[in-house]
Every structure is written in C-alpha cells, then in structure tokens.
C-alpha cells in the first residue's frame, strides 16, 4: 500500500562489504573501478538514509520499555483489586478472566504492549490533554490510556454488541473508572450516529476539541471512515487520530479514504509497521512537525 512504510537494515551487509577482498590485478581494473564506485554510492545512500530516518535512540528505548512495564502494572492492578485478571489471546491482545466465573469474558480485546509504546511515544511529541475511543470491550485499553495521559479527560463509545459479555464489559469498566479513573466516562451508543453525545461539552468549549482519537470498534473498511468522519468535526487543531488493526484486518482501503480525507483537513497519514505496532495501526496527525518520528522503527 503506497501509506506503508517499510525500512531495511543495512548493518549486515556493512560488514559483509568490509570483508571483500579487492582483486589486484590489472586486468581486473574495470572490476576495481566499479567496487569503488560501489562503495562511494553506498555511503552516500546510507548517509541520506540516517539524514532522513533518525535512528533509535537505544537509551530512550529502554525508558520507554519500563514505561510499559508501569501502566501493564499498574492497570492490571486495579482489575486485580476487583478480581479480575489481565491475560493474552492467542494474538497478543489483552483478554479479562473473571475469578469469580472462572472464565475469559466473551468480548473484544484490548492494547498490546506494543500499542502502549506507541502511545508513549506520542505522549512525547503531543501535550494531550483530552481523548475519545471508539470501542471498549472491557475498559483495558482506555485505561491504560489513562495512565499514559494522565492529565486527559476521556470520553469512550461503545454499541455493547460484541460478544456476550460486552455489556458485562461496560459494568467493569464503570467500577474500576470509578474507583481508580474518574476522568474516564463511558457512553453507550453506535459511533457515529451517537458520537454527539459522547463528546463532553467542556472539552469541546474549553480545550478546543480532543487531542488524541483512538478508533477500535468494527473492523470493517466502511466503519473505520464512518468513524472518522464522525469524529472529524469535534479534533483540535493539534491531534492523532489511531486506527487500530488496520494490518490485522486488512483494513487497507479504508484507511486509504481517511487519509486523502485527512490530507484534505490538514492532516499527515500513514501505516506504522508491524513490527512497531502488533497489529498494524494507522496514523493521521497534524499539527504536530515531528510526527514522523513515529517512521523511524
């Protein structure tokens, strides 16, 4: 897809050409001329590329993993204290066994881990002081954005129609905000025909719009723009909008349309590997002038 984008390490074969004996002969003078060449163009390339794509500061990696190790702590924590306990699906996406039942509740997923690094990382770049999320399933990856803003007022949707503990989901959800996130408040409704209705109007008269988007309800190419396109009207002018499992669920060419959507309002787009986010989450942000940081793993 022309939003995808993929880099290659070259330290290998750095090494590699270092070895390369280069011949001595007369005769093999053109061959001489052309490894020089070779190696002049090399240098070159990758001079530009380390120009263009910062490299990862090993340091600032480092911090960023025991940031994660913190809010995993900390939101698995507070399910804890109700009982509750964080697992993994078979994917890598955040599951709730209940102890009580002793059963995984029937619903959606929550953040991975590699979702929460990338919302770190934006946490660097923008000052985010309010929040919207299409989908809750549970509440985990909301809070998990609590803890990661935790200044940001944050507004949630979600239509409780996937699996059968979702409404059960929308009740944990509730009693841990309550006790250990207050800012987070939860609407019951279809995004985006109800998205009114979720948005705060403090944050709309006072802040401006919100700041950060988190869009993880149906997978569908036509809901993600429809989700877009609702949301659109109430961002601020500095802001990220992230489409969840866009690579997961081949969700291409729906974020395709929400970037030629987005460019037109100002915004930059595009895919963060999947290597950087596990399952592949689309990006649109402006405002913002180092946003392609983000690029750079």
Request: charged share 20%; net charge positive.
């Amino acid at each position: 897809m022309n939003n995808t984008f993929i880099f290659w390490s070259f330290g290998q074969s750095e090494q590699k050409i270092s070895q390369i004996k280069v011949p001595s002969s007369k005769r093999n003078f053109p061959i001489l001329i052309m490894f020089v060449v070779f190696l002049i163009s090399f240098n070159f390339y990758s001079a530009c590329r380390k120009e263009r794509f910062p490299q990862p500061n090993n340091n600032l990696n480092k911090k960023i993993g025991e940031e994660v190790k913190s809010v995993l702590a900390k939101v698995a924590e507070a399910y804890g204290n109700k009982r509750y306990i964080i697992k993994k699906s078979d994917i890598g996406a955040a599951v709730l066994y209940d102890q009580k039942s002793k059963r995984i509740l029937q619903t959606g997923g929550g953040f991975h881990e590699s979702d929460i690094k990338l919302f770190l990382r934006i946490s660097q770049l923008l000052p985010v002081r309010s929040i919207f999320i299409i989908g809750n399933a549970f509440g985990y990856s909301a809070f998990c954005l609590a803890e990661i803003f935790q200044k940001a007022f944050i507004d949630v949707i979600d239509a409780e129609i996937e699996g059968e503990d979702n409404q059960k989901g929308s009740e944990i959800t509730r009693i841990i905000a309550q006790t250990y996130y207050p800012k987070v408040e939860l609407t019951i409704g279809f995004s985006p025909q109800d998205t009114p209705k979720a948005v705060r109007p403090v944050i709309i008269n006072e802040i401006g719009g919100y700041d950060l988007v988190f869009i993880d309800g149906m997978h569908t190419n036509e809901q993600i723009v429809k989700d877009f396109d609702g949301i659109l009207p109430f961002l601020s002018p500095r802001c990220v909008v992230a489409i969840h499992d866009v690579g997961l669920y081949q969700m291409y060419q729906g974020f395709k349309l929400i970037s030629e959507k987005a460019r037109k309002n100002g915004f930059d787009a595009f895919i963060s590997s999947v290597e950087w986010t596990r399952f592949g989450t689309g990006l649109v942000g402006r405002g913002i002038n180092n946003l392609a940081l983000l690029r750079t793993e």
